[in-house]
């Protein structure tokens, strides 16, 4: 996957985690493409330095 891929991906997290923000982190990741929520876990913390946990309660 592209870096351009991957980070369009993560955007739509946050868009999702501002409008869904009940939504699991499996129901994001199935969602959002990743194979599972290790695999979404991983992205986001290599592309924003949080987990999607973290990032939920930074928007929140």
């Given at each position: 996957?592209?870096?351009?891929?991957?980070?369009?991906?993560?955007?739509?997290?946050?868009a999702?985690?501002?409008?869904r923000?009940?939504?699991?982190a499996?129901?994001?990741?199935?969602e959002?493409?990743f194979?599972?929520q290790?695999?979404?876990?991983?992205?986001?913390?290599?592309?924003?330095?949080?987990?999607?946990?973290?990032?939920?309660?930074?928007?929140?």
């Amino acid at each position: 996957m592209t870096v351009e891929a991957t980070t369009e991906r993560v955007l739509r997290l946050l868009a999702l985690l501002q409008r869904r923000s009940s939504w699991t982190a499996a129901e994001l990741a199935a969602e959002l493409g990743f194979a599972d929520q290790a695999h979404l876990t991983r992205t986001v913390r290599a592309q924003l330095g949080h987990t999607p946990g973290e990032v939920r309660r930074l928007l929140s």
